[in-house]
């Protein structure tokens, strides 16, 4: 099965308590891009950078299968830059700078080859440009999109426009809370189905993940990890995860949506393990799958029967 991810690719630098990263490979299509393609390729990828993008950069994405016919190189122009640093606990951060440089003009331009794409997957752009894209895509299978709070607050009319478009939404609790005035997040997952997602997914970082439908509610935990340098990009890990996994299968049952939480937590679990994409460039699929069955154990028991 063929997929689409749209989205933000930039450079980054990036400050924890334990270390500090400068110019490294960023954004939302990346993550993405990189944890779906582990179940499914190739993956074509819809993006903007300038002329200062590193080569070493392009020659990672081609290695992982990732189509670049999609990706805007503009020359002269420079990539869109990020800089963040995270509080001891990892899950508050201050933004240092912001500079979107030529993501500021971007404009999605869904190559012919392109427009046929089963499965589309959008990062966390502009509303507008999300639904600019669907426009151009004909009849995908599932459209799996996410948002941020600063569309919740700029852009809310364009946003629920959107949102009639999309299959699967996947946000944070903030997000969640932010969208919906609903501080219970099972509430307010359902109050997000009213407004076009068949399927609300809720990232709640080290506390897992809930998935909600007008049947089901499933929580999956999050991984317990000793050692956690860089939770940068680990939402957008997650939703590639659970697009590839749906993508590879082709399965849009709502047991196979349990699976692909599973393997979205899977890769979010290895993606914060270093910093950037490094962890994510040296995973197997074997581990993956192993790492898939430790999840599963995590919520096992047996059930002893009392007379």
């Known amino acids: 099965m063929s997929l689409l991810v749209v989205g933000s690719l930039g450079i980054d630098t990036i400050e924890t308590p334990f270390g500090r990263v400068e110019n490294v490979l960023g954004g939302s299509a990346t993550y993405i891009s990189t944890a779906a393609s582990y179940f499914v390729t190739p993956i074509r990828l819809v993006g903007v950078v300038g002329s200062d993008f590193p080569k070493e950069y392009i020659e990672f994405l081609e290695n992982r299968e990732i189509d670049l016919e999609g990706l805007q190189i ?13 509080q001891y606990d990892m899950n508050s951060r201050d933004t240092l700078f912001t500079e979107l440089n030529v993501f500021e003009h971007f404009d999605p331009i869904i190559p012919s080859s392109y427009k046929k ?6 990062g966390n752009i502009d509303p507008i440009l999300q639904r600019r894209v ?7 299978r599932l459209v799996v999109g996410d948002t941020m709070n600063f569309w919740i607050k700029g852009k809310h009319a364009e946003l629920m426009k959107t949102f009639k478009l999309v299959d699967v939404l ?8 932010q969208l ?8 307010a997952a359902k109050l997000i189905i009213k407004l076009g997602p068949n399927v609300v997914i809720i ?15 499933f929580f999956a935990p999050a991984y317990p990890l000793e050692t956690i340098n860089d939770p940068t990009g680990a939402g957008d890990a997650f939703a590639g995860g659970f ?18 939480v599973i393997y979205g937590s899977a890769l979010a679990s290895f993606c914060v393990e270093r910093f950037s994409l490094e962890r994510l460039k ?3 699929y074997l581990e993956i799958q192993d790492r898939f069955r430790e999840f599963r154990e995590l919520s096992k028991f047996e059930v002893e029967v009392l007379a």
């Open 74 to 86: 503009v020359q002269g122009g420079k990539t869109f830059r990020w800089g963040g640093r995270y």
């Open 117 to 122: 794409t089963t499965y589309v997957c959008l």
């Open 134 to 140: 669907l426009e151009q895509i004909e009849k995908p």
């Open 170 to 177: 996947i946000i944070n609790e903030a997000e969640a809370r």
């Open 180 to 187: 919906t005035n609903e501080p219970n997040l099972i509430k």
């Open 203 to 217: 990232k709640k970082g080290e506390h897992g993940a809930l998935l909600v439908t007008e049947r089901t509610i």
């Open 243 to 260: 697009v590839g996994w749906i993508a590879r299968t082709d399965d849009l049952s709502e047991e196979n949506f349990k699976r692909g």
């Open 282 to 284: 040296d995973i197997s």
